[in-house]
């Protein structure tokens, strides 16, 4: 059983950020996470993410298709094409489009829940 385990999610992230060469300031912001939310899946290696966070660290690192498949594994999820939102995390994906602010305004567009929720949070609190 040794020989088959693979690295868990936190330790194929870290991989990822240190060979695409990515400050994990950078990586947070584009990932539109929240400071907070990042130091947890930093510090926490038994940090169980989310799908839609999975999904955003993924267009944060600017990940391929392939990638990003793989650090959904580790952590649990796959992409489907029964699902509207893989189908399109993926089409931006496969067009280099790692935007996740154009990802959510798709998304929000078409009515289903966006991948990040921070900063209409912050939006909200600011109308208030």
């Not at 947070?28 to 400071?35: C, G, H, W």
């Not at 947890?40 to 799908?51: G, W």
């Not at 931006?92 to 921070?118: A, K, R």
């Amino acid at each position: 059983l040794q020989e088959m385990l693979q690295p868990g999610f936190h330790d194929l992230l870290f991989k990822l950020i240190k060979k695409k060469g990515v400050r994990n300031v950078d990586l947070y912001r584009s990932a539109d996470l929240t400071k907070a939310h990042f130091s947890r899946t930093k510090n926490d290696a038994d940090y169980h993410p989310s799908k839609e966070t999975v999904l955003a660290l993924a267009l944060g690192l600017k990940l391929t298709l392939d990638e990003t498949k793989m650090l959904l594994e580790r952590a649990g999820y796959t992409l489907t094409n029964s699902s509207q939102t893989d189908l399109i995390v993926e089409f931006f994906i496969q067009s280099h489009l790692y935007d996740v602010n154009e990802v959510n305004e798709v998304l929000d567009e078409l009515g289903l829940p966006t991948i990040t929720n921070h900063r209409k949070t912050k939006e909200r609190k600011d109308d208030w």
